[in-house]
């Protein structure tokens, strides 16, 4: 649809009807509908299903023609020789959009395909939009939680939209997503995309003031110009973060009889993402990895100064940096000088700047307020952080030594660090240059109270559990930043 795909009643419907509705645990048609209850729809709910009855205290309609109010969307979760029928009725009803959850059509064969075409044609008809058939459902997180999916977690409201055509995938990334407290605006999987594309979601998405940030998994395009061109108009304002499926012979011929989706040429589709702002990435992780990065303000440039409270990780962060792109320039005699003034004598008096073991937070608040304030830093990478808390929570755990004698200097290292962080924050908003957080991974599998992984998360802060998970993620989108300089004229200065 040119000019942007209008889906208002898919993502913000007034009322629901729920086609399959059943009260057996063991079906979709009970576990989707659950969640779309549970998760607080303010909407109207109502199921159908031709033996009536009811679901758990609400009453299910024999048919759509006892429905007592207009319907905006249909979730449809009958059998794959139900739903031409099924389609029929709610394209003669006037309703304007259907989430098709049921499996069995052009991913199954040339049968499949036809019956899948029919149903297309009668939704069609009717001037109703389709997703799938096929499809892990939709989520939505504005203006009320309209969670149809299969997936079971609750999903945290956000500026993140993702859309997948993989309806697995989207269950892994999300949860991944929610695991960082990372907020969701749309979730969709597409299914076979016998009506409604990945196209059609990207021009929705582009409009959709609750969406900051565009992730995609994608293993074949109906419509590769569109795309492509949808992509470069969005990216400027919204990143678009990619991982692709298919890449190699054995990947794209599983693709094909996945979704029916085609694969074009690898290096063909990289460059085209190049060409449109498009930052790919080959995992699920290093999705979650870019998409926290760019939740930071942007880096003008590609110049970073490391702190670190131990010399290897500044050694790897260093090479990281010189692999991806990134610059880690000397520190200028006057910095060198200020600095002086700041950090213990010992201090490496280079870049990376090796704190050791600084004895107070101030230490290291004070140097990357310095840091900032040289405008030959464009970001800055603070690594070694979460032993503090760790330390402390192995004093209050201890069989050897009673929990009186530790417990104050405990608490008062675990309010240092949380302390350490809030000032961090605090320094992000200042300066609108990214400061990028890399915490010893035992702070990402331990968690407690005052955990330093969860109190940044909390803030919208990703940290990153190694050096070169941090680099690269930064490198990537350092690399988004300077396309959009170049091709836009944006200034991305703080």
Known sequence: MTGGTDLKSLFEPRNIAFIGASTNVFKW??????????????????????????????????????????????VIVVADSLVLDSIAQ??????PAAIVITAGFSETGQ?????ERRVVEAARSGGMRIVGPNTMGVYSAYPSTMHVLMGSMPLQPGCVALAVQSGNLGT??????????????????????????????????????????????VEGLRRPRRFFETARRVSPAKPIVLIRGGRTAQGA????????ALAGDDAVFSAMCRQSGIIEVSTMDEMIDVTGMLMQPPMPGRRV??????????????????????????????????????????????????????????????????????ASVDAVLLMGLGYMSLRARSWMRSE??????????????????????????????????PIVPVIDIMSFDIRFDNNPVDFLDSRGIMSYSAPDRAVAALAKAAGYHQW???????????
């Open 29 to 74: 048609g009970f576990n989707i509908l659950h969640h779309l209850v549970n998760r607080g729809f303010t909407g109207g709910i109502f199921p159908v299903n031709p033996r009536g009855g009811e679901w758990f205290g609400r009453r299910v309609y024999t048919s759509l023609d006892e429905i007592p109010q207009a319907v905006d969307l249909a």
């Open 90 to 95: 709610c394209a003669a009803k006037g309703i």
């Open 111 to 115: 049968e499949g395909a036809r019956l």
């Open 172 to 217: 892994s990334i999300s949860y991944r997503f929610l695991r960082r407290k990372v907020g969701i605006s749309r979730l969709i999987s597409t299914g076979n995309e016998a009506d409604l594309t990945m196209e059609d979601f990207l021009e929705y998405l582009e409009r959709d003031e609750q969406t900051r940030i565009i992730c995609l998994y």
């Open 253 to 260: 011929a599983a693709a094909l009889s996945h979704t029916g």
């Open 305 to 374: 100064a490391i702190i670190t409270l131990g010399g290897g990780w500044g050694v790897l962060a260093t090479d990281a940096c010189a692999a991806g792109g990134l610059f880690v320039e000397p520190l200028s005699q006057d910095l060198v000088q200020t600095l002086d003034t700041i950090l213990p004598p010992y201090w490496s008096r280079g870049n990376p700047i090796d704190l050791v073991a600084p004895s107070r937070v101030s230490v290291i608040t004070d140097t990357i307020t310095e840091l900032m304030e040289h």
């Open 400 to 433: 050897t030594i009673p929990k009186e004698a530790v417990q104050e200097a405990s608490e008062l290292m675990m309010e240092e660090e949380a302390r350490l962080f809030g000032l961090v924050a605090g320094l992000i908003g200042t300066y609108r240059r």
């Open 484 to 494: 959009v300089r170049r091709t836009s004229g944006m200034d991305l200065q703080p």
